[in-house]
């Protein structure tokens, strides 16, 4: 059975450029197009679709009065957003994925740099359709080479890093809003997001979390209580300077189809705290952060993965369980009580 795929912009030359992306793709068919919220939900009710392409603003019916119809409607597809690189964008995308949007691709504004979101668009519905063949799949089962390590048995962790990518942002906020602000350690995260979209996630997160939350910046001191958002343009890097560890950006190429990317985070924190970071990789699609969960294993860090139950895209924290990366799999449900027994508090 071919893929199916709901287009849906008031753009018909976007249209036609994602259409054409699409069916690039084997097994992979847009079954239809649509010119607003309206013709699309109409679309919905003929027939049937396993991904829906969505822009944001688009006149008539729009993408956020989509996903609510769609919400009300009980829809389980998976809904992608297209967004512009814009403030106003970045905030409607993140309402966007909190009314259920599985994930968001930035559109540039000249129509001549089309080309720039396919590869996107590709990774999109690889993804998804993996997603799709592991919705009658057994739970994967744990690497034989996987070890379980006690909390109990280690000295207290000094630093949390977290990894995520497609579905990231709820479960991001799912796990700050359950943290106090004595928690005793800082944070890094580093969630796939754009320039602007991750400073507008900063505050939004810093709004309802008791945990103090921002944006990175160069030379940043880390400090407990205090959870840092690695900003979007940029891979976020660690280092020590005496007995602070702080940020430096680098502004290099994408990594993984990402920057900033999971593994240099990771990757740094295995070297700079070794035994003492607590690595947790999220939902997300594609395979960063597996290199950078493999090199706090190395340093006798401790990893943890979510769940394929409560993943959006059970892809980069698949992989990283399936290399035999993983100490232990966490839900949202449990994750913040598994993290108290690394990093207590009262």
């Known amino acids: 059975m071919p893929f199916e795929v709901l287009v849906v912009d008031d753009s018909p030359l976007v249209r036609a450029f994602v259409r054409d992306v699409i069916e690039q793709e084997s097994d992979v068919h847009v079954c239809a197009e649509a010119r607003d919220g309206r013709e699309a939900l109409a679309a919905l009710e003929r027939q049937s679709a396993d991904l829906i392409i969505l822009d944001v603003e688009m006149p008539g019916m729009d993408g956020l009065e989509t996903l609510?119809?769609?919400?009300?409607?009980?829809?389980?597809?998976?809904?992608?957003?297209?967004?512009?690189?814009?403030?106003?964008?970045?905030?409607?995308?993140?309402?966007?994925?909190?009314?259920?949007?599985?994930?968001?691709?930035?559109?540039?504004?000249?129509?001549?740099?089309?080309?720039?979101?396919?590869?996107?668009?590709?990774?999109?519905?690889?993804?998804?359709?993996?997603?799709?063949d592991q919705s009658v799949a057994h739970d994967v089962p744990l690497s034989r080479d996987h070890r379980v390590r006690s909390p109990g048995t280690i000295a207290k962790c000094e630093l949390l890093v977290i990894g995520a990518s497609a579905g990231g942002p709820v479960a991001i906020r799912t796990i700050l809003e359950q943290l106090p602000s004595t928690f005793p350690a800082p944070i890094v995260i580093v969630q796939h997001m754009p320039p602007v979209y991750t400073a507008a996630f900063a505050r939004r997160l810093d709004e309802v979390c008791a945990l103090n939350v921002r944006e990175g910046h160069e030379g940043q001191r880390l400090e407990a209580g205090?959870?840092?958002?690695?900003?979007?343009?940029?891979?976020?890097?660690?280092q020590r300077s005496g007995p602070d560890i702080v940020l430096a950006l680098e502004a290099a190429p994408a990594r993984n189809f990402a920057s900033p990317a999971i593994d240099p985070t990771f990757s740094d924190a295995a070297r700079v705290v070794g035994p003492g970071v607590v690595g947790l990789l999220l939902t997300g699609m594609g395979s960063d952060g597996v290199q950078g969960l493999r090199a706090i294993r190395e340093a006798n860090g401790h990893t943890l993965a979510q769940d394929r139950g409560s993943s959006v895209v059970f892809g980069m924290n698949r992989r990283a369980i399936e290399q035999g990366l993983v100490d232990r799999t966490v839900s949202l449900k449990n994750v913040v009580e598994v993290l108290s027994a690394y990093f207590p508090y009262p």
Do not use: C, W, Y
């Open 68 to 132: 609510g119809q769609l919400k009300k409607r009980g829809n389980t597809v998976p809904v992608v957003m297209l967004s512009g690189l814009t403030g106003q964008g970045a905030i409607t995308t993140l309402r966007a994925l909190d009314l259920g949007a599985v994930d968001f691709i930035t559109k540039p504004g000249p129509t001549g740099e089309l080309k720039n979101i396919a590869s996107a668009l590709r990774n999109v519905i690889k993804d998804l359709r993996l997603r799709e």
């Open 226 to 238: 205090t959870a840092v958002l690695a900003p979007g343009g940029f891979h976020t890097h660690l």
